[in-house]
């Protein structure tokens, strides 16, 4: 009477049966790496604590304390501006480039090389050689990279657009490679101008490419740290009436590390959750971004 | 049979990757130490351990004495069976490292605390040293550092001068001889003289005083302490970390800084980026004077032979009496949340260092004195400069500096403000440097006070 039930497909098949076994060590990794150390975070961010077997928990004083913080606020706006010119710049750039170097230009290869190789450099290593360079010319004029804000912004910015506008080249390239010849051919047979070519077809047809550009140089320009670190370090500070200063190029990564190593045993705890909110930040940013752009991508 | 050898296959793979993804959270995987969760203040002297079965971990912040350290560990080891490691950190990462060492399950035993800020930092992990066989040791408690309720958190390991290094045979070459410094007046008259016949000569007065990070604390750590001195003494002495300052001989400060900068081979404007390496201007006759302190005197007398070492002279009243700036960020603390044996041990190893007669000789070769009763004697000129000083019954000028809180906050802004002023040597830019310093100190208090 009663009907055998049948057994389980995923039990027949014998990938499916091991699965865990390939799954399980990358799942694990990311618990242990990722996971653990992040809910662990989260907490040290109520706490009060030297070294974390020692955490004292304290509630959301580290929060209040964090978002009163001038020097965080400062840091917050700089990063803000810095990130929106930076993810300008290099999309804008880094399209441009990959425009031309997929027009057939001679030699494109070894463009596509050159322009791409900044990007196996080091954050800090890039910071200390661009620091060198920016110095070399400044010395001319009496000063350097340290004694101006304007200086140590559009510095970063130079560099930051060296850095990636070969990576982000190498994504656009892939995307306008995609581009279908029978589309581009229909439009010049329906004679459409370069422009409209371009802005018409290719555009809308490489908008998954820009999505994904815009993304990284948005989530690195505000996870910016290493660059930031060795070109100015946060100088020039402005010393307030009070005494305490503002360090002017200081975008909130460092600001975060600075805190955390800065001032006095509350300080770690606070640091945290300056962390805590910088990610909150960046994770509601990245996904607003890829949902404006992805609204736009164009089925083919 | 197939199938078996798939599933082995399959099983060794994931092995494999398991094992590779997860080395790389080595090291800092193990958080859990119950070492670290024993009650700070349990341990006392008297409860220690059996040294012989403890083990030693130094975390060091001196990388120069690093190889030394590294030979006496190994000759410790040979000597007694009691194992010595000891890891170097440099001292501007120090507290990180410090802060993710001391989480794992072994953590240092004995590490540095040299300032006051390192007692409210770490104070809580150090064992009270009182009454230990290494404080025995000691010939004076000059060096040490306590906190607020008198507990002996470390104690000095050799200690240090700083001031001026001269080169006698420069000054006599422009026609002045040594005896005239005694005061600034002398100081500022002989350095304005070789600067303005700086190309006559060959040479300028001072080497560079580059704001760079391996150079600025030659002027917001060491040269600021004549403020701070002088505000200490005039206050009877100083038993902790004052809330303010009154900046009174900031004018003092500037006396000497201006001096430093505007008689000096490098035009003050160019000393923010740095890259001026002021160690090989002096030690290649290229400038008189350098900025610095008695560690140099190896590097140093190897090609200046007379090289001495001479206070800063800034125009303070009675400064003719002033002798140099003595003192120590050279503290040893031993861990509190390691076992009895571990402390025992670590402390064993210590009165090792400062009494056995090869390796404290060792030791003082690289540190150059040792404020222990067994200890070798000094070869450094520089510290025998400062022992003649108080010979000849000048103060000395006690490090102050010390006390500077949130240490790297507060120098970092005053390096800014410097660079500001190195630029255009302007009143309002020399305000803004009062403000970092005077004003910067409050601030700083505040911050590294708060709960």
Same mark, same amino acid.
């Given at each position: 009477?009663?009907?055998?039930?049948?057994?389980?497909? *995923?039990?027949?098949?014998?990938?499916?049966?091991?699965?865990?076994?390939?799954?399980?060590?990358?799942?694990?990794?990311?618990? *242990?790496?990722?996971?653990?150390?992040?809910?662990?975070?989260?907490?040290?961010?109520?706490?009060?604590?030297?070294?974390?077997?020692? +955490?004292?928990?304290?509630?959301?004083?580290?929060?209040?304390? +964090?978002?009163?913080?001038?020097?965080?606020?400062?840091?917050?706006?700089?990063? +803000?501006?810095?990130?929106?010119?930076?993810?300008?710049?290099?999309?804008?750039?880094?399209?441009?480039?990959?425009?031309?170097?997929?027009?057939?230009?001679?030699?494109?290869?070894?463009?596509?090389?050159?322009?791409?190789?900044?990007?196996?450099?080091?954050?800090?290593?890039?910071?200390?050689?661009?620091?060198?360079?920016?110095?070399?010319?400044?010395?001319?004029?009496?000063?350097?990279?340290?004694?101006?804000?304007?200086?140590?912004?559009?510095?970063?910015?130079?560099?930051?657009?060296?850095?990636?506008?070969?990576?982000?080249?190498?994504?656009?390239?892939?995307?306008?490679?995609?581009?279908?010849?029978?589309?581009?051919?229909?439009?010049?047979?329906?004679?459409?101008?370069?422009?409209?070519?371009?802005?018409?077809?290719?555009?809308?047809?490489?908008?998954?490419?820009?999505?994904?550009?815009?993304?990284?140089?948005?989530?690195?320009?505000?996870?910016?740290?290493?660059?930031?670190?060795?070109?100015?370090?946060?100088?020039?500070?402005?010393?307030?009436?009070?005494?305490?200063? *503002?360090?002017?190029?200081?975008?909130?990564?460092?600001? *975060?590390?600075?805190?955390?190593?800065?001032?006095?045993?509350?300080?770690?705890?606070?640091?945290?959750?300056?962390?805590?909110?910088?990610?909150?930040?960046? +994770?509601?940013?990245?996904?607003?971004?890829?949902?404006?752009?992805?609204?736009?991508?164009?089925?083919? | 049979?197939?199938?078996?050898?798939?599933?082995?296959?399959?099983?060794?793979?994931?092995?494999?990757?398991?094992?590779?993804?997860?080395?790389?959270?080595?090291?800092?995987?193990?958080?859990?130490?119950?070492?670290?969760?024993?009650?700070?203040?349990?341990?006392?002297?008297?409860?220690?351990?059996?040294?012989?079965?403890?083990?030693?971990?130094?975390?060091?912040?001196?990388?120069?004495?690093?190889?030394?350290?590294?030979?006496?560990?190994?000759?410790?080891?040979?000597?007694?069976?009691?194992? @010595?490691?000891?890891?170097?950190?440099?001292?501007?990462?120090?507290?990180?490292?410090?802060?993710?060492?001391?989480?794992?399950?072994?953590?240092?035993?004995?590490?540095?605390?040299?300032?006051?800020?390192?007692?409210?930092?770490?104070?809580?992990?150090?064992?009270?040293?009182?009454?230990?066989?290494?404080?025995?040791?000691?010939?004076?408690?000059?060096?040490?550092?306590?906190?607020?309720?008198?507990?002996?958190?470390?104690?000095?390991?050799?200690?240090?001068?700083?001031?001026?290094?001269?080169?006698?045979?420069?000054?006599?070459?422009?026609?002045?001889?040594?005896?005239?410094?005694?005061?600034?007046?002398?100081?500022?008259?002989?350095?304005?003289?070789?600067?303005?016949?700086?190309?006559?000569?060959?040479?300028?007065?001072?080497?560079?005083?580059?704001?760079?990070?391996?150079?600025?604390?030659?002027?917001?750590?060491?040269?600021?302490?004549?403020?701070?001195?002088?505000?200490?003494?005039?206050?009877?002495?100083?038993?902790?970390?004052?809330?303010?300052?009154?900046?009174?001989?900031?004018?003092?400060?500037?006396?000497?800084?201006?001096?430093?900068?505007?008689?000096?081979?490098?035009?003050?404007?160019?000393?923010?980026?740095?890259?001026?390496?002021?160690?090989?201007?002096?030690?290649?006759?290229?400038?008189?004077?350098?900025?610095?302190?008695?560690?140099?005197?190896?590097?140093?007398?190897?090609? @200046?032979?007379?090289?001495?070492?001479?206070?800063?002279?800034?125009?303070?009243?009675?400064?003719?009496?002033?002798?140099?700036?003595?003192?120590?960020?050279?503290?040893?603390?031993?861990?509190?949340?390691?076992?009895?044996?571990?402390?025992?041990?670590?402390?064993?190893?210590?009165?090792?260092?400062?009494?056995?007669?090869?390796?404290?000789?060792?030791?003082?070769?690289?540190?150059?004195?040792?404020?222990?009763?067994?200890?070798?004697?000094?070869?450094?000129?520089?510290?025998?400069?400062?022992?003649?000083?108080?010979?000849?019954?000048?103060?000395?000028?006690?490090?102050?500096?010390?006390?500077?809180?949130?240490?790297?906050?507060?120098?970092?802004?005053?390096?800014?403000?410097?660079?500001?002023?190195?630029?255009?040597?302007?009143?309002?830019?020399?305000?803004?440097?009062?403000?970092?310093?005077?004003?910067?100190?409050?601030?700083?208090?505040?911050?590294?006070?708060?709960?």
């Amino acid at each position: 009477m009663e009907k055998r039930r049948p057994k389980l497909k *995923i039990f027949k098949n014998p990938l499916r049966r091991w699965g865990w076994l390939f799954l399980g060590p990358m799942a694990a990794a990311f618990i *242990i790496g990722f996971v653990w150390p992040f809910i662990q975070g989260i907490y040290l961010s109520m706490c009060q604590f030297k070294t974390i077997s020692m +955490a004292k928990f304290t509630g959301f004083d580290n929060y209040v304390k +964090a978002i009163t913080d001038p020097s965080f606020i400062h840091s917050f706006w700089y990063t +803000a501006l810095f990130a929106i010119v930076s993810v300008v710049l290099i999309n804008v750039l880094a399209f441009t480039v990959a425009y031309f170097l997929t027009q057939g230009i001679k030699g494109s290869n070894l463009f596509r090389t050159v322009f791409f190789m900044p990007n196996l450099i080091g954050g800090i290593v890039l910071g200390y050689i661009w620091s060198m360079i920016f110095d070399g010319i400044l010395s001319h004029f009496g000063t350097s990279i340290l004694m101006e804000t304007s200086f140590g912004f559009w510095g970063l910015i130079i560099l930051m657009c060296w850095q990636q506008i070969g990576y982000m080249m190498i994504i656009y390239i892939a995307g306008l490679q995609a581009v279908p010849e029978d589309i581009l051919e229909a439009a010049k047979i329906d004679g459409a101008t370069k422009k409209q070519t371009l802005f018409r077809v290719i555009i809308p047809n490489v908008m998954p490419s820009i999505t994904i550009c815009t993304f990284l140089s948005l989530t690195n320009g505000f996870k910016l740290f290493d660059q930031n670190l060795a070109l100015t370090g946060g100088q020039p500070f402005i010393i307030q009436a009070d005494g305490s200063s *503002i360090k002017t190029t200081e975008m909130l990564a460092l600001n *975060i590390f600075n805190t955390f190593y800065g001032s006095n045993t509350a300080s770690s705890g606070q640091a945290q959750a300056k962390a805590v909110l910088f990610f909150i930040l960046v +994770a509601a940013i990245g996904l607003i971004q890829l949902a404006a752009t992805r609204r736009k991508e164009v089925q083919q | 049979m197939k199938s078996t050898i798939k599933k082995i296959a399959a099983f060794g793979l994931a092995a494999l990757m398991t094992a590779s993804a997860l080395a790389s959270c080595g090291g800092s995987g193990d958080k859990s130490s119950e070492a670290s969760k024993t009650d700070s203040t349990a341990s006392t002297a008297s409860k220690l351990g059996d040294g012989s079965k403890g083990k030693v971990y130094w975390l060091n912040f001196k990388p120069e004495i690093d190889e030394t350290l590294q030979a006496l560990a190994k000759d410790y080891t040979k000597q007694t069976g009691v194992e @010595v490691k000891v890891t170097t950190a440099a001292s501007g990462t120090y507290s990180q490292t410090l802060t993710s060492e001391m989480d794992k399950s072994n953590p240092p035993t004995l590490f540095v605390i040299g300032n006051q800020q390192g007692v409210k930092e770490w104070g809580d992990y150090a064992l009270d040293l009182t009454n230990t066989d290494i404080a025995k040791e000691l010939n004076t408690d000059a060096y040490n550092l306590t906190d607020d309720n008198g507990k002996l958190v470390s104690i000095g390991y050799c200690y240090e001068c700083y001031g001026i290094i001269a080169n006698p045979d420069l000054i006599e070459k422009a026609g002045h001889k040594m005896d005239e410094i005694k005061n600034f007046e002398g100081l500022k008259a002989v350095a304005e003289d070789i600067h303005k016949n700086a190309d006559k000569l060959g040479f300028d007065a001072f080497s560079s005083s580059d704001m760079d990070d391996s150079s600025s604390w030659r002027f917001t750590g060491h040269l600021a302490n004549l403020e701070y001195f002088y505000e200490e003494k005039e206050a009877g002495g100083w038993k902790e970390c004052p809330a303010t300052l009154t900046g009174k001989y900031m004018e003092n400060y500037k006396n000497l800084y201006d001096l430093c900068i505007n008689n000096s081979l490098t035009d003050p404007k160019d000393l923010a980026t740095g890259g001026h390496d002021a160690e090989n201007e002096f030690k290649t006759g290229k400038a008189a004077f350098f900025v610095n302190g008695s560690w140099e005197y190896a590097a140093v007398s190897e090609d @200046v032979k007379n090289a001495t070492m001479i206070p800063y002279y800034c125009g303070v009243e009675g400064e003719e009496k002033a002798g140099l700036n003595c003192g120590t960020e050279n503290c040893w603390a031993v861990n509190a949340n390691v076992s009895g044996d571990d402390q025992q041990a670590t402390i064993d190893f210590m009165v090792w260092l400062v009494s056995d007669k090869n390796a404290s000789a060792k030791m003082v070769e690289q540190l150059g004195i040792m404020p222990y009763k067994n200890a070798a004697e000094s070869t450094n000129g520089f510290l025998n400069d400062a022992a003649r000083y108080t010979e000849e019954g000048c103060y000395v000028m006690d490090w102050a500096t010390n006390y500077q809180p949130n240490v790297d906050e507060y120098r970092a802004a005053l390096v800014s403000a410097l660079n500001a002023y190195n630029a255009d040597q302007s009143d309002a830019n020399w305000d803004a440097v009062k403000t970092a310093f005077v004003d910067g100190w409050a601030t700083q208090y505040k911050a590294a006070n708060a709960q």
